[in-house]
């Protein structure tokens, strides 16, 4: 999908809609380093929201503030409700999920059997015991086979990881974060290393997840990817929230192009549309 057909697509969507995920002055810091720097954003129902920014501009260590993996200041807020101080896997169990920027997969599990350990643990927490023998609870089940549905996957359920492509090893990362019940989804990086045609279907793959009704915050560097499928977009640097918008105007902010985009990668943008 092009970023003008994105962009038609979002402004067809209703003026009004829920705000799932909503951070208030969300702040990290590392001793005197300020990893990210009062932000204050949110993700809507409905909507795909990108988070961009060059390396070392919070990121990813916002994503994991987010999931309780890193301590923070200010407030979070998951349907209305804070749960600032709930732990990981309370806001897991709550409906976030999140994938990494590497693909952790057990190479001697199928891939329902890798689903399945996310499953289980969701609903018992029992992760310890799950990785020495995924069990086939019937709701588990369920879930695992609908998630790999959902990412067009359901044909390769018995193969193992090392069987997959990179870009179905991507599309696994996700399917697990959805097998463990999540309504919000924070993706870290799911393009990096892939090829043109398996971007492009991940991104119509996310575009589906989103139309169908997930809450979705993208983390990536494929700007091709970000500025075609995303409906809002917030950028960071050095931790701060510099600019927020849909993608047209995000592609000229001058903020966005000195301190990201720069001159080139915008002409190489424009030049990649009209081909």
């Known amino acids: 999908m092009s970023g003008v057909s994105a962009l038609a697509a979002a402004q067809d969507r209703p003026a009004e809609v829920d705000a799932v995920l909503a951070t208030e002055g969300l702040t990290v810091r590392y001793g005197g380093v300020v990893a990210v720097d009062g932000v204050s954003l949110t993700l809507e129902r409905g909507r795909l929201t990108g988070i961009i920014g060059p390396n070392g501009a919070g990121k990813t260590t916002f994503i994991d503030a987010v999931s309780g993996l890193v301590g923070a200041s200010g407030d979070i807020r998951l ?16 409906g976030i999920g999140r994938t990494f920027q590497g693909v952790e997969l057990f190479d001697e599990f199928t891939i329902e059997e890798n689903l399945l350990v996310t499953a289980e643990a969701s609903r018992r ?8 023998r995924p069990r086939a609870d019937r709701r588990a089940v369920e879930a695992v086979h609908r998630a790999l549905a959902r990412l067009g996957l359901a044909h390769r359920a018995s193969a193992y990881p090392p069987e997959l492509s ?3 090893r991507k599309l696994v990362s996700i399917a697990r974060a959805l097998a463990g019940d999540a309504d919000v989804l924070l993706l870290d990086e799911p393009a990096a290393g892939l090829n043109s045609d398996d971007s492009l279907r991940l991104g119509r793959t996310l575009r589906q997840l989103v139309d169908d009704g997930l809450t979705v915050g993208l983390v990536d560097h ?5 500025l075609g499928v995303c409906d809002t977009i917030h950028v960071l640097n050095f931790g701060r929230l510099i600019a ?3 993608p047209a105007e995000i592609r000229s902010h001058p903020d966005v192009i000195d301190a990201y985009l720069g001159a080139e990668a915008q002409a190489e943008i424009h030049e990649e549309e009209g081909a």
């Open 166 to 168: 990179l870009g179905e």
């Open 244 to 246: 927020s918008g849909p």
């Open 222 to 226: 494929d700007m091709g990817l970000v």
């Open 79 to 94: 349907h209305g409700r804070s749960i600032a101080r709930w732990r990981p896997h309370r806001r897991a169990l709550a």
């Open 125 to 132: 927490w029992s992760f310890a015991i799950d990785l020495l």
